[in-house]
């Protein structure tokens, strides 16, 4: 089998690795050079997205802001799974807040701005606290604005109006969701609709980045969150893997976003779950059989923040597990993950305490927190 993936970042990487033992090659079509590129080494392997589609027999995507003309010559084809309406929703807030509007799961209750008229309305029906974001471009946290104070409406709108001007822009005003901690869950749908889902991760993100996440063990909150999953894979008719990110408020979950793909908070998988989320992504797009999903230990995901190396003594430790995703080192940037895992979550919170020694806070902040 041979997967075009969309996209030639660190998850089209990880699916290459994930699809390797299974014979599934793949081939990542970078959307700005139109190059095809070998998804480990990013040798040019061909040009063009003509070429990329007739060589391959399933295309899918690894990030959600493709250009329309581009998910439409795919579609075309026959061949792009998940589907290029979920993969449109995930790129722009207005399609998806109406997908799960559509699907009937709680989300923040919200209003779509494109004037000062607009932002007045949002004002009065939303109300202050508000989240502000714009609806097309926007991922962890950039593209986004609190309204806490009425004092601040204007100098917000002077900052929203220089966004708005952009092309097709627009900014979902959300209500302000007092939440007690974040959640997703990352799960697959096959070909013949069946659903499997891995267990929730909390999420601890510092300023709209994702730092770490714990894979948890929630049965009641489990269910919940599998029930609103079913209902927007289903109503996509989804094939592939697929994340729901949740805010937890005392118990009751509502849907922050979706992502059309493979997740950064289901990064864990590879180390704690019998079927990681990459090689179940190409299970499901492939029409294979999906795999188990069971947790098999406690697992834990850092994230590395703009390091681009590590002290190599942390892989001394059992459990530990390094992942580079072989990027160029840019402050912030997501370069690679260590997965920690452990024989009880006690042990984990130890492993995650000593680590919290040796990696510093600027890079690592989430582990930093916990520990504190
Ligand atoms: P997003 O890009 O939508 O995931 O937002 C980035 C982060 O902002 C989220 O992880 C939350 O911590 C926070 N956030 C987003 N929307 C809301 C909301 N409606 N209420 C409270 N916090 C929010």
Redesign the pocket.
């Known amino acids: 089998m041979h997967v075009l993936v969309l996209g030639a970042g660190q998850l089209a990487r990880m699916m290459a690795l994930a699809g390797a033992p299974l014979n599934i090659e793949i081939s990542a079509f970078d959307v700005t050079s139109e190059t095809i590129v070998h998804p480990l080494t990013k040798a040019v392997i061909g040009h063009g997205l003509d070429n990329a589609i007739h060589t391959a027999d399933v295309i899918t995507a690894e990030f959600e802001h493709i250009p329309h003309d581009v998910l439409d010559i795919c579609e075309k084809s026959g061949k792009f799974l998940p589907t290029t309406q979920a993969i449109k929703a995930g790129g722009d807030r207005r399609l998806e807040k109406a997908l799960l509007d559509a699907a009937g799961v709680k989300n ?1 209750q919200y209003t779509i701005i494109q004037t000062r008229e607009d932002f007045d309305a949002a004002i009065d029906q939303v109300g202050i606290p508000m ?1 502000l ?1 714009t609806a097309l471009g ?4 950039k593209g ?1 604005w609190r309204l806490k104070d009425q004092q601040e409406v204007d100098r917000i709108w002077a900052e929203m109006a220089e966004a708005l001007a952009s092309h097709n822009q627009a900014i979902v005003a ?4 007092p ?1 007690t901690r ?1 959640v997703s869950l990352v799960g697959a749908r096959g070909k013949n609709g069946e659903v499997v889902v891995y267990p929730l991760a909390e999420n601890i ?1 510092v300023d ?1 980045v994702l730092s770490l996440s714990t894979a948890i063990d929630e049965p009641q909150l489990q269910a919940q969150a599998k029930q609103m999953f079913t209902a927007v894979a289903q109503s996509l008719d989804y094939v592939g893997v697929l994340a729901l ?1 949740f ?1 937890d408020v005392n118990g009751e979950l509502s849907v ?2 979706i992502a059309p793909r493979v997740h950064n908070s289901g990064h864990w998988t590879q180390q704690g779950a019998e079927t990681c989320q990459f090689e179940n992504h190409l299970r499901a797009v492939c029409g294979f059989p999906l795999g188990a999903t069971q947790q098999l230990r406690p697992t834990a995901m850092i994230n590395i923040l703009g390091q681009d190396q590590v002290d190599s003594s942390l892989m001394a430790t059992s459990g530990v597990h390094l992942h580079w995703y072989g990027k160029e080192k840019r402050t912030g940037r997501k370069m690679g993950h260590i997965n920690v895992c452990a024989d009880s979550q006690a042990m984990l919170f130890e492993k995650l305490q000593a680590l919290s020694k040796v990696l510093p806070k600027a890079h690592y902040p989430a582990i930093h927190q916990i520990t504190a």
Do not use: R
Not at 138 to 141: F, I, P, Q, R, W
């Open positions: 923040a989240v974001k926007g991922y962890d946290g986004q959300e209500e302000f969701v939440f974040e993100h709209g990110e805010f922050n976003e």
